[in-house]
């Protein structure tokens, strides 16, 4: 069977760009009709929004991981949410599943699980993990779908992206966040460490995935 769309997702700096790269480059010298993707956490409106009116002494990293300050967020948790599901789907569309129907196997390493992940923790809301935003978003995974979580120690985590503003909360917050998304949904998931393996070991055994 081969797959509408192979999904990497997981924490920052566990590898999702790098091995979803190699694996589009992979299908393509397979002849397989294989298109790149990325769907981030926040979309046209939302991003668009957070540039414009972000406090001029907060910096936009800062601001697009941890989000306003906790009294903003309860006056905005509900329209910001709706911005965000409305400004993700023609990204979701156009990205990967028009793409799908096409005929393409989409490599995509940001999706709707990161999606729920990251605007959860945005908008300190952890409830929007289970309602209707989160079963509407997870019926957007196609069903020939191969979801791989790639997970590290968190410390190596922190040293991949030290020009980043993360920290141990926020990486945990998302591992315990993907963990209960998955467990919520019933996901088939492939969880691939890359704390200590080379990127060559790791994509071989990814491939292995695919190919079986």
């Not at 694996?23 to 540039?51: F, G, M």
């Not at 993700?88 to 709707?112: H, K, N, Q, W």
């Not at 190596?156 to 993907?178: C, F, G, M």
Request: charged share 25%.
């Amino acid at each position: 069977m081969r797959y509408k769309l192979i999904y990497f997702f997981g924490p920052d700096g566990t590898g999702k760009t790098t091995h979803a790269e190699l694996v589009s480059s992979y299908l393509k010298r397979k002849d397989v009709r294989a298109l790149r993707a990325t769907v981030k956490q926040h979309h046209t409106i939302s991003y668009l929004l957070l540039k414009l009116f972000r406090p001029k002494d907060k910096d936009y990293l800062m601001l697009n991981y941890f989000g306003f300050d906790s009294a903003l967020k309860k006056r905005i948790r509900k329209p910001w949410k709706m911005l965000e599901l409305f400004s993700l789907m023609p990204a979701v569309a156009y990205r990967v599943l028009l793409p799908s129907l096409m005929g393409f196997t989409v490599v995509c390493d940001r999706y709707v699980i990161d999606t729920l992940a990251v605007l959860s923790y945005f908008l300190d809301d952890r409830g929007l993990m289970f309602g209707y935003t989160a079963r509407l978003l997870m019926r957007l995974i196609p069903k020939k779908a191969l979801l791989i979580q790639l997970d590290a120690d968190t410390g190596r985590i922190l040293s991949r992206k030290q020009d980043e503003p993360l920290t141990e909360e926020l990486v945990n917050y998302y591992r315990s966040a993907y963990r209960s998304l998955v467990l919520a949904f019933d996901l088939p998931v492939t969880t691939v460490d890359t704390t200590n393996s080379s990127v060559e070991s790791i994509q071989k055994s990814i491939l292995a995935l695919i190919e079986a």
